[in-house]
């Protein structure tokens, strides 16, 4: 055809019209109205109640950003979870059959007085079993996404990387091998009776046996690491082992039973753990961190489809005198 020809069609009235019926069509169409995430006053004040309960005190102002954010989140997960209709999961319906059961053999509750709200709407357990479902689907959903477009969900890469740069979590500790002089009590008196026997074996090395209190586990530990030394005997001990010099005794420390003299008798050197025993733990804890990332992403995209509004005191009107 030529441009001509074309031209002269472009110009009709009708393509005119048309044209400017599709520019009113696109200028007056209304983007669909958005769903309500609402949280009411009475959910909020609920809510702090429940902080308050469990934690003894109340939520400052970041921890109730925290809690009604949460509460945001559960109502858009459980809404999602509606319309991929997962009140038909099979642990739903149990429960659904378990309350209708229970409703139906309540004598007081009659047809007419149920709630016009179904029960999965009311019943926290319900609620709570179909978001973490919803939860669940949207990860996996993005985990199935990266694997297919990346390859693998943790790389190799990112398992040797998170490996060097937390050398420090994949040590293997420092081990003490410990003879100790045990006072029995935490008071003044214990405290004196371990600083005596200090000077005591300073002087005179050799001459440990019999002095001090009988201990349940004797004057010989096992081989322990610091950590373990700290959740048998408690307290201060964890203040000995950097310190401690080999053959040489610590000054009274105080434990969870009384006051110890610690002699150092052997010392095993900790060592750097090889990236090829620890890469099953580093990728578990990446596949963690990945899991509550992509879970954000998805949630956050789609917060975008939503109206999300807390319901705040009504403001006072201003005088007009």
Known sequence: MKLTT???RANTPLLHFLSLGLCLLILTTEPAEKSLLFVSQAQQQNLLEQWSSKYGQAANAAQQKTLFAKEIEDQLLFDQAR???????PVVQARLKQLNKFL???KQVSTASQPDLSLEFTDPLIRQYMINAMREILITE???????TRGAIISEVAISDYYQQHLEEFLRADKFQLNHIYVGGLNNDSLQRAQNLF??????PNTTANLGDAFAEGSQLPLLTAKQLLRKLGGDIASMSPSLQTQQWSQPIASSYGYHLFYLVHKIDGTQLPLAQVAKKIQQTLQ???RKQLLVEQVTQLKSHYQIELETEPQP???SF
């Open 6 to 8: 074309l031209a002269k």
């Open 83 to 89: 319309q991929r209709d997962l009140q038909n999961l």
């Open 104 to 106: 139906a053999t309540d």
């Open 142 to 148: 993005a985990l199935s996404e990266r694997k297919r």
């Open 199 to 204: 000077q005591q074996v300073q002087q005179k």
């Open 288 to 290: 963690y961190q990945l």
């Open 317 to 319: 009107l201003a005088n």
